[in-house]
């Protein structure tokens, strides 16, 4: 891993090796184990090492090849360069060093660009052919490495980031305000353009060729995602046998090094795997998580702290674990560094990621990263049922569109670009959203192909616009970062995996909306803010819905503010009077049986619910109402850990029908009751529906009195 930079000067004029100098100097953080430089006449190469395999000076870039042909600046790792480099030394080719790096050089000496489909990793590189006097620059196939070319005033330059082009004094600085419409609409930058005239950043899955003597410059593709339903479709248990095989064997395959590494490991099941996977190999393998310091909360920040799953992790799999808690402030006091890394914004706020990586950076010089797999897998089906129920491809479009409109709707779009809108009219940026399918020819028949069309966007924009930010936060630091769910042959298998295995019941997914009130299928909603309609409700609330900030089972406490996966923690059971006689032990009896009641809500006649409620709480006083949402605090707690659900009897005087609850929804709506008592109506949602709860519903209590017992006790 390193930092890549170079000039051509195409009116043949010579490279300052000044100038190249301090263009590598600009990147300089992206390497601080040795730097290198490379000039003939018109061309120059310059190179930052990170060094990672091979630690010593044979590894040093710009690499030549032992016939003096090819010059080499290369970013990045190719896992399989063991493989190559035996198939290398059957052709003839001999070799100096144990680096990737003269594996890459000799590969393109031998198979030319048809070498970049053998890579199977991340790179960025410029490769300088001195006997054609053509210069190749080339991007992994999934963008993991940014590379950015700029062409300005018969200067071609390029560089692992912007600010090593920017380094050259004669580079003029101009906002490219098409871009920056182009931002305010997605939230990222789906084109090659930048926010910045001149540079571009080479898409993923391409390769540049530039010949300063034809004053040429093509760019081609040579990879592109393709999500598709397999013809012959294999059974559940063998997509699940390969899956487990060639997951383990890309982590196996990405923990090639010779200096020390660890993972991130949030809490998640992306990062978590990974983890399992790795500490089989690493004893005591160091993990890092951020989390935030939760004293100063409220509302739906409470949702973003993973720290307590991710203790659980680490102690599952007996690693080296170690945590940066973020404060009030912090994101203040980086802010002038984390601009000056990331050079433009893409895909919302990233400062968790630089302090994440500060923090790995003082330990190890890799990091394996969990990023990718929802893309790849289908980690995001509240965004597909807009692609789904498609009629054909541009109603597809229209649906997408709207939804991806991400910071200024286009009504106001014209407003807010008022004053240059004459130089950026012509941009339509549906057309923009548009091409982005341009090369996914995918017919286009039934639900499944549209949810497909949704993976590859979401791959070709926003899974890149990721990549972009890791990169620049974690070299920021000196690190690397490794992605194992983009190993090859594992992307291979995602795309060809069927949609329904990914979301598992697909018909639900038709069916289901996020924005509108009603009863959910919560589990396709894991902990995301894209519930628009609800994050506005949660703007003009007091702090009192948010009591879950003491509650320390972080599963439960995420299901009362966002959307939270939950049949993966409910196992039925079959024994009806076990659960009573647990909700009976932890909690007093009529505590315990009025939850029980409440788990049945749904089959409860309301006016028997509403009845039971006020009766039961009516003689109670202020603390007491708060010792008993406690209670059912503890509750939920401890069923949590116990991982069981509530199985109600028939039981024809209540008018209740038999039937499995679980205990995620019930224990909260109900006991935000003792405070509101609203009528709530019959198909009431805490996590959907949020009119009854505001403070010209309270009834009981004023809103000063009900803020009063919130500061009492710290809710």
């Not at 505590?591 to 006020?614: I, M, N, S, V």
Request: aromatic share 12%; proline share 4%; charged share 25%.
């Amino acid at each position: 891993m390193c930092g890549i930079t170079g000039v051509i000067n195409l009116n043949g004029d010579a490279v300052s090796p000044v100038i190249l100098k301090r263009m590598t100097d600009a990147i300089a953080h992206r390497g601080p184990d040795g730097e290198g430089h490379w000039i003939e006449g018109n061309v120059g190469l310059g190179h930052r090492r990170l060094a990672i395999i091979d630690l010593s000076p044979l590894g040093h870039q710009p690499m030549i090849s032992s016939d003096h042909r090819y010059v080499l600046s290369y970013n990045g790792e190719i896992y399989n360069y063991r493989e190559l480099r035996t198939e290398l030394e059957a052709a003839g080719y001999w070799f100096r060093s144990q680096t990737d790096s003269e594996v890459v050089l000799y590969a393109f000496a031998h198979w030319g660009t048809d070498a970049l489909l053998r890579f199977n990793g991340m790179f960025a590189l410029a490769l300088w052919d001195r006997k054609e006097r053509c210069m190749l620059l080339a991007r992994d196939r999934y963008g993991i490495k940014p590379l950015y070319i700029a062409r300005q005033r018969g200067v071609v330059s390029f560089g692992s980031e912007q600010k090593a082009i920017l380094a050259q004094p004669a580079f003029e600085r101009k906002v490219n305000k098409r871009a920056l419409l182009e931002y305010f609409t997605f939230q990222n930058i789906f084109t090659d353009q930048t926010l910045l005239e001149d540079i571009q950043i080479l898409p993923a899955g391409h390769y540049a060729v530039v010949c300063p003597q034809e004053a040429s410059f093509k760019v081609s593709r040579y990879w592109d995602y393709r999500f598709r339903e397999p013809d012959h479709p294999a059974s559940k248990e063998e997509y699940l046998e390969e899956l487990d095989r060639l997951f383990r064997q890309a982590v196996n395959r990405q923990l090639v090094s010779d200096v020390e590494l660890g993972a991130y490991l949030s809490g998640g099941m992306d990062s978590g795997s990974i983890t399992a996977i790795a500490a089989q190999s690493f004893p005591n393998l160091k993990t890092f998580t951020c989390g935030f310091d939760l004293s100063s909360a409220s509302g739906i920040e409470l949702g973003y702290d993973e720290r307590i799953k991710a203790e659980a992790m680490s102690a599952r799999f007996k690693t080296e674990h170690y945590e940066m808690v973020l404060k009030a402030g912090d994101m203040e006091r980086c802010l002038p560094r984390l601009a000056q890394h990331l050079e433009e914004p893409r895909v919302g706020q990233s400062y968790p990621n630089y302090y994440v990586a500060k923090l790995a950076s003082k330990f190890v010089k890799v990091v394996l990263s969990g990023s990718g797999g929802d893309e790849l897998f289908g980690g995001y089906p509240w965004r597909y049922y807009r692609a789904a129920m498609s009629q054909n491809f541009e109603h597809f479009i229209d649906q997408y569109y709207l939804y991806w409109q991400r910071l200024v709707d286009n009504r106001y779009i014209k407003q807010m670009f008022a004053p240059v809108w004459p130089e950026v009219q012509a941009v339509w940026t549906r057309d923009i959203f548009r091409d982005v399918f341009a090369t996914h020819d995918n017919e286009l028949d039934r639900p499944e192909d549209y949810i497909n069309h949704s993976l590859y966007f979401e791959a070709k924009t926003f899974l890149h616009g990721l990549f972009v930010v890791e990169d620049k936060l974690s070299m920021a630091h000196g690190l690397e970062n490794r992605v194992p769910f983009m190993d090859n042959d594992l992307v291979d298998f995602a795309m060809q995996c069927p949609v329904k295995l990914k979301l598992n019941n697909l018909a639900e997914v038709l069916r289901v909306n996020e924005n509108e009130p009603g009863d959910k299928q919560r589990r396709f909603f894991q902990r995301t803010n894209d519930a628009r309609h609800a994050a506005e409700r949660y703007r003009h609330l007091p702090n009192l819905f948010f009591m879950q900030g003491d509650i320390a089972d972080t599963k439960l406490r995420d299901g009362c503010i966002s959307y939270v996966s939950c049949d993966q923690v409910i196992m039925h059971t079959e024994n009806p009077e076990r659960t009573f006689s647990e909700l009976a032990r932890i909690c007093d009896k009529k505590t315990g049986q009025l939850a029980c009641y409440f788990y049945a809500k749904k089959a409860l006649p309301r006016e028997l619910l509403d009845d039971y409620f006020r009766t039961a709480c009516a003689h109670l006083s202020h603390d007491e109402l708060w010792a008993m949402s406690q209670q059912l605090t503890e509750l939920g707690r401890r069923l949590s850990e116990l991982k069981v659900s509530f199985e109600a009897p028939d039981i024809p005087a209540l008018g209740i029908k038999g039937g499995v609850y679980d205990i995620q929804r019930f224990i909260y709506w109900n006991f935000l009751k003792c405070f509101w008592n609203a009528d709530l109506g019959p198909e009431t949602s805490l996590v959907t529906n949020f009119d009854w709860y505001s403070p010209s519903n309270a009834r009981r209590f004023s809103e000063a009195e009900v803020l009063g017992i919130v500061a009492a006790n710290k809710l």
